[in-house]
């Protein structure tokens, strides 16, 4: 998100900040499209709708950064929250950038590195859904309730050090929710729900002191700051509706998977049945013998 719209006047610095954000979006998208066509070129199928969702979140990160937005100050500054931090960070995840990766590296030195990553122990912390909702909306509460975002307005290199940390934040937490990517530390799907509710619940507490009370050191107008938490509130559902559209549709092709491989066993997807050690007879697993 950017704070230019939050205080009147540009502060130094601050053009050279948001031309960082255009070119990375820029390379990073025209990245992930060209390892899509490395896969396609070999023969492997890689669905487009996933290159167009991906081109959506750089396009997002591009028009949050120059683009004109609706409202008055903190009513634009809450737009580019929801699109920065939650908008973006749920088309980047949806587009399975780390899946791609792994199929479009040849086998060699890169490609053991990103394995080796994905297995290491800090990444098992970041993808515990808990911590990385902690990470998330804990440091919204941190920007939202103490002087940072006043102090944000004057110095451009931390405005784009929380500009990076809310949407890696909203990266980490959207990626720990879905688990759309192939890692080793996976969390089952009521930890994940839970999580999400919990984060949900705490996004929208915020949203609703904002209504009322400006963050520390800033003096909006009553109404933007209500349009803005409204803005933030509602943003917020829509996007965590999203989020469990997603681990629900996930959590149930897992289990049609599942059944559809137990139907084309053999025994019809039946429980084996052990001999007895006296007998040799054959015991279901009711533990009647036959």
Not at 44 to 73: E, I, K, M, S, Y
Not at 167 to 176: E, K, W
Request: glycine residues 10%; charged residues 15%; proline residues 8%.
């Amino acid at each position: 998100m950017i704070f230019a719209h939050v205080h009147s006047g540009p502060a130094p610095g601050r053009g050279l900040t948001e031309l960082i954000a255009v070119v990375a979006a820029v390379l990073v998208t025209v990245a992930y499209l060209g390892a899509a066509r490395r896969l396609r070129r070999r023969g492997d199928a890689w669905p487009w709708w996933r290159d167009a969702v991906f081109c959506a979140g750089g396009f997002a990160v591009v028009w949050a950064t120059v683009g004109p937005l609706p409202g008055r100050p903190f009513t634009t500054h809450m737009v580019q929250h929801v699109i920065v931090g939650m908008a973006v960070p749920f088309l980047l995840v949806l587009a399975r950038p780390f899946t791609l990766a792994l199929r479009a590296l040849a086998p060699g030195p890169a490609r053991r590195g990103v394995i080796a990553f994905a297995r290491s122990r800090p990444v098992a912390w970041l993808v515990f859904p808990p911590l990385a909702a902690l990470v998330d909306v804990g440091g919204l509460w941190v920007l939202y309730r103490t002087p940072l975002i006043a102090a944000v307005r004057h110095e451009p290199w931390l405005h784009a050090l929380v500009n990076a940390h809310v949407l890696a934040a909203g990266l980490l937490f959207t990626a720990a929710i879905c688990q759309l990517d192939p890692v080793n530390h996976r969390w089952n799907v009521a930890v994940r729900g839970a999580t999400l509710l919990a984060a949900g619940a705490a996004h929208g507490v915020l949203a609703k002191t904002l209504y009322s009370v400006p963050p520390p050191g800033t003096a909006f107008a009553p109404a933007d700051l209500r349009a803005g938490a409204q803005v933030m509130y509602y943003g917020g559902d829509l996007l965590e509706a999203a989020l469990a559209t997603v681990v629900a549709a996930v959590w149930y092709g897992a289990g049609g998977r599942t059944q559809q491989r137990r139907l084309r066993r053999p025994d019809g997807g039946r429980e084996p049945c052990a001999l007895t050690p006296a007998t040799g007879r054959k015991a279901h697993p009711s533990g009647q013998v036959t």
